[in-house]
């Protein structure tokens, strides 16, 4: 009870808060507010608003001052947003402190909902399931008349708020017992143990709302190329596949895919003792095992991009509004590290990299891309403290720098006059970050055991100081039943191994990095903050990454803002400076490599672009009434 008035004292008011809203037509962000809901958790008075009334664009409370409790906060903080509240300054999140106390966040069965953590705190819903199916059919009904006239009757409205403020009821009751909980879990006794988890917990909500801003902002677009691509594509698609699979056939001449042809591929490329079969005697489609062998065979890899072909949609799913802008739901906790991730797939800076190449600043301003370079190796020596490591991520390349400790280059050695040796070295770094052994270290080298055994040994001795970081830290993560970063984020560990689909599975690899990746993550919240307070326009965030969105005759100033930001942040969780590499985009997004040719992603999109160039032509030579004319 402690911690419960300590947050108390510490507020003007604690409410709970829920809203009913439309959302835009990209199916992102909030657009048409209906209401908000709040309830003061320790008085019980209630407050509601509804769409027409005064106070939902002016509600009575000082935002600094108040607590809002809120579940999956970016839904609300948007709609405040919308409503030009402002950006709330203090939120608790009870969907994150929930995932962080028992289990990472994840979707379909299993999901944590507002519903499935009230029971698990044993709290009931006064509210049927079906009583809340029928009052979501209401909410959603005014989608039917988008754009038309539409007013709910006095009856549906008070049935819309009386849905709304029964979720206010169960956040009032799920915090409170989730206080409680903290308060044990974590053995919070003092007034600084109180201070310090509060800050944690407001640290996580105001990052929340921060992506909340960046997924209202959105990221701009070549509106008239995406709806080139849009018209034309479904077209162009198929007779690329039809190319592609002249070559590897695996798919029917109506284009459906065989697995009796693909198991001649396997076959054909003698693969047959190391590719996985299903259950049904069919050699596996499996993307991890395509992966694996795609840069070995040349075979796979076009089958690969057949793959990716036919998974290639239509950009409207990529959802750009009239504004020229595409959306995605950022879930800023989405992973067991704590990384951010888009509730798409389809989102632009998803996996089909290719995409990128619609982005184009918008009139009058600069997009950049702000990645940290080599995170990973310098959080792990600012962690650890490890001197050697430190030193080898202030050399410039830590691959290199290792090699010449290990006498395998002269110390006039670079990546250009040395790249197999530095290879070596990327293998060595990779498999001890991530728990391999010899055996995966000799085959990705390809070399004997021995020498993998070697390299191993010596490769943990040089940087001994973080090996014994690591496992002393997963060692007291077991004894206290988790892992955490220095700013509260959590994994839950009983011990080295868990039962996957009916098996053992040993989790020490995973938990080898997981200290890792999860501080890259608090860097970029930090990060995230920092910009945004600053008011500077962020419009994603990727992994290790933000894109700013900044106008150019303000571009110089606030580029060496933002990356002086994004470095100091890194200081604030771990310690030490990480370096921030700049990627400048001044008009369409182009992908080029280290030598500054095209990569394969763009080398891609330029193939898709030709092929519709090609179709269009064509098409207009058989309908010259139907020539292409950009929008």
């Known amino acids: ?11 003007d008011r604690v409410l709970a808060e829920d809203t009913e809203f439309h959302f835009d037509l990209t199916g992102t962000i909030p657009e048409k507010v209906l209401c908000f809901c709040y309830i003061d958790i320790f008085t019980g008075e209630k407050f509601r608003y509804w769409e027409y009334d005064k106070q939902l664009s002016h509600p009575h409370f000082d935002f600094d001052k108040v607590l809002l409790v809120s579940y999956n906060s970016t839904a609300e903080v948007g709609c405040h947003l919308k409503q030009l509240h ?16 028992y289990k990472p966040m994840r979707s379909g069965k299993g999901a944590l909902t507002l519903l499935s953590t009230a029971e698990n705190y044993g709290i009931q819903d006064k509210m049927t399931e079906l009583e809340k199916e029928n009052n979501l059919d209401l909410i959603l009904r005014r989608n039917k008349y988008a754009g038309l006239p539409f007013k709910y009757s006095d009856e ?4 819309i708020l009386d849905y709304c403020e029964a979720d206010t009821e169960l956040l009032r009751q799920i915090f409170i017992k989730q206080v409680l909980d903290i308060e044990t879990k974590l053995n919070l006794k003092t007034d600084k143990d109180f201070d310090d988890e509060l800050w944690r917990i407001l640290f996580r909500g105001y990052s929340i709302g921060c992506v909340a801003q960046v997924e209202r902002n959105g990221i701009p677009v070549d509106l008239a190329l995406v709806n080139k691509f849009n018209e034309y594509w479904p077209h162009v698609k198929n007779n690329l596949i039809k190319e592609v699979n002249k070559e590897i056939n695996v798919f029917t001449d109506d284009l459906k895919f065989s697995f009796d042809k693909f198991d001649q591929l396997i076959k054909r490329n003698n693969l047959e003792l190391k590719w996985p079969r299903m259950k049904s005697g069919h050699f596996t489609t499996n993307k991890k095992i395509i992966d694996q062998y795609k840069d070995e065979y040349e075979d796979i890899e076009k089958f690969a991009e057949i793959r990716k072909l036919q998974n290639m949609t239509k950009l409207t799913a990529y959802t750009p509004g009239q504004d020229g802008r595409t959306r995605t739901s950022l879930n800023m906790f989405g992973t067991v590290t704590g990384r951010a991730s888009p509730s798409s797939a389809k989102f632009v800076f998803s996996a089909s990299k290719w995409a990128r190449n619609f982005i184009k600043p918008a009139y009058g301003t600069k997009l950049v891309y702000i990645d940290y370079k080599s995170q990973e190796p ?7 403290n490890d001197k050697n490591l430190i030193a080898a991520y202030q050399s410039g390349d830590i691959y290199i720098h290792t090699a010449k400790l290990f006498d395998y280059v002269p110390e006039t050695a670079t990546e250009d006059t040395h790249p197999k040796e530095r290879d070596i070295f990327k293998v060595l770094y990779l498999a001890n970050s991530y728990g391999q052994g010899p055996v995966a270290v000799a085959q990705a080298l390809k070399t004997t055991l021995l020498e993998a055994k070697y390299l191993q040994k010596k490769y943990k001795e040089t940087y001994s100081t973080y090996f014994n970081w690591i496992a002393g830290n997963i060692e007291h993560g077991l004894q206290r039943g988790y892992l955490s970063t220095v700013f509260g984020w959590q994994r839950h560990i009983k011990d080295l191994f868990q039962i996957k689909d009916g098996k053992k599975v040993d989790i020490r690899r995973s938990l080898l990095n997981w200290p890792i990746q999860s501080h890259g993550a608090e860097i970029l919240r930090t990060a995230l903050i920092d910009l945004t307070t600053n008011h500077l326009k962020v419009c994603a965030t990727i992994h290790d990454a933000v894109l700013l969105e900044i106008p150019i005759p303000e571009f110089d100033e606030q580029l060496e803002l933002a990356k002086k930001l994004m470095v100091e942040a890194s200081i604030k969780v771990v310690g030490g400076p990480i370096r921030v590499d700049t990627e400048i985009i001044s008009s369409n997004f182009i992908q080029l490599g280290k030598n500054g040719e095209p990569n394969k992603h763009q080398k891609l999109f ?3 672009m030709s092929e519709i160039e090609t179709y269009t032509r064509n098409e207009s030579k058989v309908h010259p009434e139907q020539e292409y004319r950009p929008i």
């Open 1 to 11: 009870m402690k911690f419960l008035n300590f947050i108390r004292s510490n507020f």
């Open 86 to 101: 402002g950006r709330p300054r203090n939120i608790w999140d009870a969907y994150v402190e929930t995932a962080r106390l």
């Open 156 to 159: 549906e409205q008070k049935q």
């Open 378 to 384: 310098a959080v792990m020596g600012y962690l650890s």
């Open 606 to 608: 330029d193939r898709i």
